[in-house]
DNA sequence: ATAGTTTATCGTAAATTTACGATAATAACT
DNA sequence: AGTTATTATCGTAAATTTACGATAAACTAT
């Protein structure tokens, strides 16, 4: 990804979005956001009963998501329980909404 | 992505969320829409000339989000002037927009 | 026809992602 | 101590992404 010498100016943004893209990119780490918006479980063990997958791969998404900010997980003997992250969700709408609308002289070009 | 034969059961909207963020997914192609957003820009060479990156690279960018349908490419010989496609770019600003409110209850978990 | 300009495609190498099974880790119970 | 239940991590193979230079394609202009 980074091969040569040049260095491309991104701004702080731009690696935002496309760091809360990237982990949006999986149609599997949607339905587990999906899962957490609407309660309908929240424990690992939940998911992996209702997504037919590995449980490694679903641990492993979790972690990309986790990494992401967008949920976090509390520890719950011998359980974790996940929950959507206020704080980077919020953020992620907010990178989200202001890049889609901010371009109303975008189209008749 | 698809070893077994089990079939995960996406919903369309999954999929479609999963499509334009993989699209979003890289900042080089966050900042060559912010371009085409700004009107900074619109033909091919514009946008080499601005980001540090082979020709061949930015165009494999450009495909990349004309094929996820945000992009659409009007032939100017021998240039090729690019913008927004309005349509899919409010199908996308919508599907995020839906996806990030319609979680009321999902933090408290 | 030839040359010039612009963009797409090809070939390819390195890096990353994705999926799986197997195993480890953790903490509660006997 | 040993067992059980749940989740994370490891190792690995296949697929995909990303970047590049080289080349082809398309269309103008000479």
Chains 1, 2 share one sequence.
């Not at 998911?47 to 900010?69: F, N, V, Y």
């Not at 980077?88 to 889609?100: H, I, P, S, T, V």
Request: glycine residues 4%; neutral net charge.
């Amino acid at each position: 990804m980074q091969r040569t010498g040049k260095r491309i100016g991104y701004h702080d943004e731009e690696l935002e979005i496309a760091r809360f893209a990237k982990a949006l990119s999986h149609p599997v780490r949607i339905k587990i956001l999906r899962l957490l918006e609407n309660q309908t479980c929240c424990f690992t063990g939940e998911m992996t009963a209702m997504i037919p997958m590995a449980q490694s791969t679903i641990s492993q998404h979790l972690k990309a998501l986790h990494e992401a900010g967008l949920i976090q997980g509390e520890i719950n003997p011998p359980r974790v329980k996940y929950c959507v992250n206020r704080e980077n969700w919020e953020r992620a709408r907010e990178l989200f909404d202001q890049f889609f609308s901010d371009s109303p002289n975008a189209f008749s070009c």
